[in-house]
């Protein structure tokens, strides 16, 4: 291989890995959405930003000390695409799924968790021997 083959060859090796690499593709199998939780005075308030998903991609479950949020999103245009995200948080027990309420709306996912009654106005302070 002569030395101008070689620079050439190098050329665009270095052009494909700078256009095609990391820095310059996002890959959706490894991107993770942003979550926020704060606390209200009755209840534990999550949002997730997902924009571009349908409420239909996403799952929501409780278990007993469990609570999960996740979705996938499969598409097909020229190649297939598939996009999966999961998060899961330990709850105290006494959460009851009837009292979660889930909203999607403008590319943000909102989820209220009403905390059981034992956490409701409890507030102790400690004395420190």
Do not use: C
Not at 7 to 32: C, I, S
Not at 112 to 119: G, R
């Amino acid at each position: 291989m002569n030395d101008l083959t070689r620079v050439t060859n190098q050329l665009f090796e270095d052009v494909f890995q700078d256009f095609f690499g990391p820095t310059y593709m996002v890959r959706p199998e490894n991107t993770y959405p942003l979550t926020s939780i704060k606390e209200g005075k009755d209840s534990w308030n999550i949002q997730v930003a997902a924009p571009g998903m349908k409420k239909s991609d996403f799952k929501i479950s409780l278990d007993t000390t469990t609570f999960s949020v996740s979705y996938e999103k499969k598409e097909s245009t020229n190649s297939f695409v598939k996009s999966s995200f999961k998060k899961t948080w330990n709850v105290p027990n006494g959460i009851q799924a009837e009292h979660i309420k889930a909203k999607y709306d403008a590319g943000i996912l909102n989820v209220e968790l009403k905390k059981p009654s034992v956490f409701k106005n409890k507030s102790s302070l400690i004395k420190v021997d």
